[in-house]
C-alpha cells in the first residue's frame, strides 16, 4: 500500500522535447529545471505580449482563456497551474519543444549574432492566440508598452462585465465576435483612439474567413493578406505572423530593428539567411540593440 506521503512526492514526467529540459510536477504546479534557454523576464519584457505583468518576482497574466503565475528561481521556473493547463496551453505558448540552445547556434552568423544571441539566452517566442496577437498589436501602433497594456485590460474587463453575447468572462481576451458588438465610441473610450476603427475591421475579418488558412500561405503570402486588414502595415503584419500564426520565418522590423540592421550588418545583409529561426534571431537582435544603447 502506497503511504499519503509517498504519493504526494513530486512526478518527474521526464526530459521535454527542447533542449534537455525537465518538468516536475509538484502540489504547486509544474517545475521546470535546466532553464538556461527559459527567462520568464526576458520572454515577458522584450515586447512580444502585453498580458503578463511582474510583482514581487513573479510574473501574473493570462492566455487561452487560462490564467497562470510564472515563478523564476536559482533552480528552474515554476508555473503555478494544473497539470493538465501546462500540457493543454502552456507546453505549446512558451514553445518547450523547440531546442533553443541549437537554434542560437544557428543564428551566429556573425559576431554580433553571436554576441546578440549570448545576450539574449532565455527569451522564447510566445505561441499566442491569432485574434489576440492581431488585436494588440493593432493596439500597439504609436504606442508605448505601458499604455498597450492599460488599453488591453480595459478591453478585457469591459467585454467580461458587459452583457455581450457571447459573454465571456476571466482570463478570456474577448474574442472577434464580441468586439464586433462594441462601437467605435465605446472602443475609444476605452483607449484605443484611432485605432478602433481598425479594431472592428480586423475582428470582422475574423469573423467573416477573410484571415483564414494564412498557415499555410507562403509568409510574403500571408503579409499581404494581413495587409488588407486597416491599419495593418508590414510590421505588424509580420509580428503577429510570429507571434500569432508561431511563423518562424517572420522577421519584424521596428525602429529598432532597423537601426541594428544599419549598424550592425552589411548594406546587403538577408535576413532570409536565418531561415526558420529568423523570429528568434529578431528577438535576440531587438533585446541586444535595446541594451547597447541604453534602453533595455
Same mark, same amino acid.
Given at each position: 500500500?502506497? %503511504? @499519503? +506521503?509517498?504519493?504526494? *512526492?513530486?512526478?518527474?514526467?521526464?526530459?521535454?522535447?527542447?533542449?534537455?529540459?525537465?518538468?516536475?510536477?509538484?502540489?504547486? $504546479?509544474?517545475?521546470?529545471?535546466?532553464?538556461?534557454?527559459?527567462?520568464? #523576464?526576458?520572454?515577458?519584457?522584450?515586447?512580444?505580449?502585453? @498580458?503578463?505583468?511582474?510583482?514581487?518576482?513573479?510574473?501574473?497574466? #493570462?492566455?487561452?482563456?487560462?490564467?497562470?503565475?510564472?515563478?523564476?528561481?536559482?533552480?528552474?521556473?515554476?508555473?503555478?497551474?494544473?497539470?493538465?493547463?501546462?500540457?493543454? /496551453?502552456?507546453?505549446?505558448?512558451?514553445?518547450?519543444?523547440?531546442?533553443?540552445?541549437?537554434?542560437?547556434? *544557428?543564428?551566429?552568423?556573425?559576431?554580433?549574432?553571436?554576441?546578440?544571441?549570448?545576450?539574449?539566452?532565455?527569451?522564447?517566442?510566445?505561441? =499566442?492566440?491569432?485574434?489576440?496577437?492581431?488585436?494588440?498589436? &493593432?493596439? %500597439?501602433?504609436?504606442?508605448?508598452?505601458?499604455? &498597450?497594456?492599460?488599453?488591453?485590460?480595459?478591453?478585457?474587463?469591459?467585454? #467580461?462585465?458587459?452583457?455581450?453575447?457571447? @459573454?465571456?468572462?476571466?482570463?478570456?481576451?474577448?474574442?472577434?465576435?464580441?468586439?464586433? @458588438?462594441?462601437?467605435?465610441?465605446?472602443?475609444?473610450?476605452?483607449?484605443?483612439?484611432?485605432?478602433?476603427?481598425?479594431?472592428?475591421?480586423?475582428?470582422?475579418?475574423?469573423?467573416? $474567413?477573410?484571415?483564414?488558412?494564412?498557415?499555410?500561405?507562403?509568409?510574403?503570402?500571408?503579409? =499581404?493578406?494581413?495587409?488588407?486588414?486597416?491599419? /495593418?502595415?508590414?510590421?505588424?503584419?509580420?509580428?503577429?505572423?510570429?507571434?500569432?500564426?508561431?511563423?518562424?520565418?517572420?522577421?519584424?522590423?521596428?525602429?529598432?530593428?532597423?537601426? #541594428?540592421?544599419?549598424?550592425?550588418?552589411?548594406?546587403?545583409?538577408?535576413?532570409?539567411?536565418?531561415?526558420? +529561426?529568423?523570429?528568434?534571431? =529578431? =528577438?535576440? &537582435?531587438?533585446?541586444? &540593440?535595446?541594451?547597447?544603447?541604453?534602453?533595455?
Amino acid at each position: 500500500m502506497i %503511504s @499519503r +506521503d509517498l504519493d504526494k *512526492r513530486p512526478r518527474i514526467r521526464g526530459i521535454l522535447e527542447g533542449g534537455g529540459m525537465k518538468a516536475i510536477h509538484t502540489g504547486d $504546479g509544474v517545475f521546470i529545471t535546466d532553464t538556461e534557454d527559459f527567462s520568464p #523576464a526576458l520572454t515577458f519584457s522584450c515586447g512580444q505580449c502585453f @498580458r503578463f505583468t511582474e510583482t514581487d518576482g513573479a510574473w501574473r497574466g #493570462a492566455a487561452f482563456g487560462r490564467d497562470l503565475t510564472v515563478t523564476e528561481t536559482p533552480g528552474g521556473v515554476l508555473l503555478s497551474c494544473p497539470e493538465s493547463d501546462f500540457y493543454g /496551453v502552456w507546453h505549446d505558448y512558451f514553445d518547450l519543444g523547440r531546442d533553443y540552445a541549437a537554434a542560437r547556434e *544557428r543564428v551566429a552568423v556573425n559576431d554580433f549574432m553571436r554576441a546578440a544571441a549570448g545576450f539574449g539566452r532565455g527569451i522564447r517566442i510566445l505561441r =499566442q492566440d491569432f485574434w489576440e496577437a492581431l488585436c494588440s498589436f &493593432i493596439i %500597439s501602433q504609436n504606442n508605448n508598452i505601458p499604455r &498597450i497594456r492599460g488599453v488591453i485590460t480595459r478591453l478585457c474587463a469591459y467585454c #467580461a462585465d458587459a452583457d455581450l453575447p457571447p @459573454r465571456q468572462a476571466g482570463a478570456a481576451f474577448p474574442n472577434a465576435a464580441t468586439v464586433l @458588438r462594441l462601437s467605435v465610441d465605446e472602443l475609444r473610450g476605452l483607449g484605443a483612439g484611432y485605432r478602433a476603427e481598425y479594431i472592428l475591421d480586423a475582428a470582422r475579418a475574423v469573423e467573416n $474567413g477573410a484571415l483564414s488558412g494564412l498557415s499555410e500561405m507562403t509568409v510574403d503570402g500571408a503579409r =499581404q493578406a494581413l495587409m488588407r486588414v486597416r491599419g /495593418v502595415g508590414v510590421k505588424v503584419a509580420d509580428c503577429v505572423l510570429l507571434y500569432g500564426l508561431g511563423r518562424m520565418d517572420a522577421f519584424p522590423l521596428d525602429v529598432w530593428m532597423k537601426r #541594428a540592421l544599419s549598424e550592425r550588418f552589411a548594406e546587403n545583409f538577408d535576413p532570409r539567411v536565418f531561415g526558420g +529561426d529568423a523570429g528568434i534571431a =529578431q =528577438q535576440y &537582435i531587438f533585446h541586444y &540593440i535595446r541594451y547597447l544603447h541604453g534602453r533595455a
